[in-house]
């Protein structure tokens, strides 16, 4: 396919006079980045804005891969499928319903459609510090109580990897005549196991974009849109050729073709990672102050989540004297292990079919070791990582402009408008929205997050000290 295409395309000798400017040079070239590889949309190559070639087969191949009836190629990560998506299935000013620990490329998609967001919060689970699934019966209520409502969001699995019942809130979507998009980025290996939850649109999602860089042998930016409903197959071309490169990436490309082939072709990848997994959630029960969430453990189904991907390794070390950050330092100073993301008080730790027996025994074997130098609290330390309730919102965030921006600073900022949004990245969930009221638990979230180390950024600062906002009265 794509691939084998470049490959042979390579060999033929073909001089290019024509883009990119390092014309695949080895006398100039280093050799470390693969310019040799790096095409554009030369004879023969195909147009990704308009495929019907090379690239349209492998978009059917993806498409068969996944179960689906279209695959969009997306070669700027999972955004570009969010951002088209939603423009492709709302009109401007539409009211929508949405999960409030959506990622924030879904509220950039909000703000650029004038969109009103009616969101839906999950619960707090109190032992990882971490949301819970979406309730089906809490997006009937909000159907229900706002009428007109096109578009459902939902993310699932998240960040943590905590599903939702896709199928179920397809069904609640559809008796109200609302479609239902899921952002599913980080399950793009759901279908490869049926030790893995069920991939969204083969149970009921209108739409779903994958990230195939995230979980799966792929190079970073690469991602599918996936859909079954025809209905909207033009508006998502369109708006693909809005929010995407005209110049994409053959190198990208052609990772996703290979990607999708190598997992086609190779069922004992997915049957030893399984077995690996098995064979860490063992090794971890052995733990006796920090705690792990992952395959085998049998307390996970007094947790408040529907399901979850086995895939993802959360570390909690709410129980210990050390904090998440101090536990990731840790794995990354004493046994050379980067983990994914640490929190206030856990760490996630992301994995892979590429990650061998040995790297999960490496993980396993630190963990214990510094378990048996943590120190059991007597009592675990209040959880303060995201909201137990929704700021106030005065205005949608695309009126954000019709206020006198001032940057203030945040412990001045109460009950103010905030004119930005403010999140801890990753994984990017803003804790307050342009157009919310300031409060009290906001000023507090964001305290506590950077005195514990983590990163929190605002639309214009890395550690937002101060913030832009308005008056309410401070209309332009």
Same mark, same amino acid.
């Given at each position: 396919? %794509? ?24 006398? /100039?070239?280093?050799?470390? %980045? ?24 492998? !978009? ?25 998506? /939603? ?57 229900? !109580?706002?009428?007109?409502?096109? %578009? ?99 190198? &990208? ?15 004992? &990848? ?16 052995? &733990? ?76 396993? !074997? ?64 803003? %804790? ?23 990163? /929190? ?20």
């Amino acid at each position: 396919m %794509l691939y084998d295409k470049i490959k042979d395309y390579l060999k033929s000798g073909i001089y290019p006079f024509h883009m990119p400017g390092h014309k695949r040079s080895k006398a /100039v070239l280093d050799g470390v %980045l693969p310019y040799e590889a790096d095409l554009t949309e030369i004879n023969g190559f195909d147009n990704l804005q308009n495929p019907e070639g090379c690239i349209k087969e492998v !978009e059917k191949k993806a498409a068969q891969t996944y179960g689906v009836g279209n695959a969009f190629l997306l070669v700027n990560g999972a955004t570009g499928g969010i951002l088209s998506t /939603v423009r492709s299935m709302t009109n401007y000013g539409d009211t929508i319903i949405m999960a409030r620990n959506c990622h924030k490329s879904v509220y950039n998609a909000v703000e650029l459609c004038g969109l009103n967001a009616v969101y839906a919060l999950p619960d707090v689970d109190s032992e990882f510090g971490i949301f819970a699934s979406i309730s089906p019966k809490q997006i009937e209520k909000l159907l229900y !109580e706002n009428n007109n409502v096109k %578009l459902v969001i939902i993310t699932s699995p998240t960040y943590e990897g905590i599903v939702s019942d896709v199928k179920s809130i397809s069904e609640i979507c559809h008796k109200f005549s609302a479609k239902l998009f899921v952002d599913e980025a980080h399950g793009a290996h759901f279908p490869f196991s049926d030790k893995f939850p069920c991939e969204a649109v083969k149970i009921g999602a209108d739409a779903a974009v994958v990230s195939l860089h995230k979980t799966l042998p792929s190079l970073t930016q690469t991602a599918l849109l996936l859909t079954n409903d025809n209905s909207i197959a033009d508006r998502l071309k369109s708006n693909l050729s809005v929010f995407q490169t005209s110049s994409p990436s053959y190198i &990208l490309m052609s990772s996703i073709d290979r990607c999708i082939d190598l997992i086609n072709s190779n069922n004992i &990848l997915f049957n030893e990672y399984i077995s690996n997994l098995k064979i860490f959630s063992e090794k971890c029960k052995s &733990l006796s102050k920090l705690n792990v969430m992952c395959c085998g453990n049998d307390s996970l189904s007094n947790h408040r989540f529907y399901d979850f991907d086995i895939g993802k390794i959360i570390v909690s070390s709410v129980n210990t004297n050390i904090t998440g950050k101090e536990l990731a330092n840790i794995l990354r100073d004493k046994y050379k292990i980067e983990i994914e993301m640490a929190y206030t008080d856990y760490i996630i730790a992301m994995t892979s079919v590429c990650d061998t027996k040995d790297s999960f025994i490496l993980l396993s !074997e630190a963990l214990l070791e510094i378990d048996k130098t943590c120190i059991r609290l007597e009592k675990n330390r209040k959880n303060l990582n995201y909201l137990y309730q929704l700021p106030e919102r005065k205005v949608k965030s695309s009126e954000k402009y019709k206020f006198k921006s001032r940057k203030i600073s945040v412990n001045n900022s109460l009950n103010m408008v905030s004119l930005e949004y403010v999140w801890a990245y990753p994984p990017g969930i803003p %804790l307050i929205v342009p157009g919310e009221i300031i409060n009290k638990n906001t000023i507090m979230q964001i305290k506590n997050l950077t005195q514990s180390g983590i990163n /929190v950024h605002s639309t214009y600062n890395k550690l937002p000290n101060e913030i832009y906002a308005a008056d309410l009265i401070d209309k332009i």
